[in-house]
């Protein structure tokens, strides 16, 4: 039976795998990154550092990695909110689990995987807001120089992320905080006319 905590259920595993793949792209996963340019003979950027093309050198795995002049030195260290976002949304879909177990389910799940939605939200929108302005200006400066830059498969997947987020967040908030539990109605209430 396909109800609304199974759907916000399966919507928040999604938003989690997209975080995941995004937080392990480049310089774990070559085929995820940010942004690619074909500076010092192709660069490809990620959560976690950077690669180069020809050589498949990396740089050591850490957040807030430097590659100067075109990244702003300061900024990668906020990537460490896609691992918070992803630890929330993670959070959010253990909470769910009571739910599919009870016969009348109680109501602090809903409550905790509002907040919880609502937090990893946030967080995820933060870190793309962050992502974009950073390789953006660094996709410029790039080209500026006469190099080629583009965006990446990661920087759409977080989009998606953020996307879903934002629904199950708004699906939560507004099911929990005006009664609806998800739905017009709680599973244990039967009508009869």
């Known amino acids: ?11 928040t595993l999604a938003a989690l795998a997209l975080l995941v793949l ?13 942004l690619r340019t074909s500076a010092a003979g192709g ?34 260290i906020a990537f460490v909110l896609y691992p918070v976002a992803a630890g929330l949304t993670l959070l959010g879909a253990v909470v769910l689990l009571p739910l599919f177990f ?5 109501r602090w799940p809903y409550v905790a995987f509002g907040v919880l939605s609502t937090l990893a939200f946030l967080a995820a929108a933060a870190a793309f807001a962050i992502t974009m302005w950073l390789f953006t200006v660094a996709r410029d400066r790039f080209r500026t120089e ?8 990661s920087t759409w997947m977080a989009l998606a992320a953020v996307v879903l ?24 209430l039967a009508y009869t006319y």
Request: proline share 6%; charged share 10%; hydrophobic share 40%.
């Open 43 to 76: 660069v490809q950027f990620g959560v976690l550092g950077y690669c180069y093309g020809l050589t498949a050198v990396c740089s050591q795995k850490k957040f807030g990695y430097q590659f100067k002049p075109e990244l702003l030195s300061s900024l990668p």
């Open 102 to 106: 009870s016969r009348r389910p109680p």
């Open 1 to 11: 039976m396909c109800n609304a905590t199974f759907l916000m259920f399966l919507a």
């Open 22 to 34: 995004v937080i392990f792209s480049q310089p774990f996963i070559h085929v995820f990154y940010f």
């Open 165 to 188: 987020l934002l629904l199950v967040a708004l699906n939560a908030g507004c099911g929990t905080c005006l009664g609806g539990r998800f739905g017009r109605q709680a599973r244990h």
């Open 146 to 153: 006469g190099f080629t830059a583009d965006y990446g498969p």
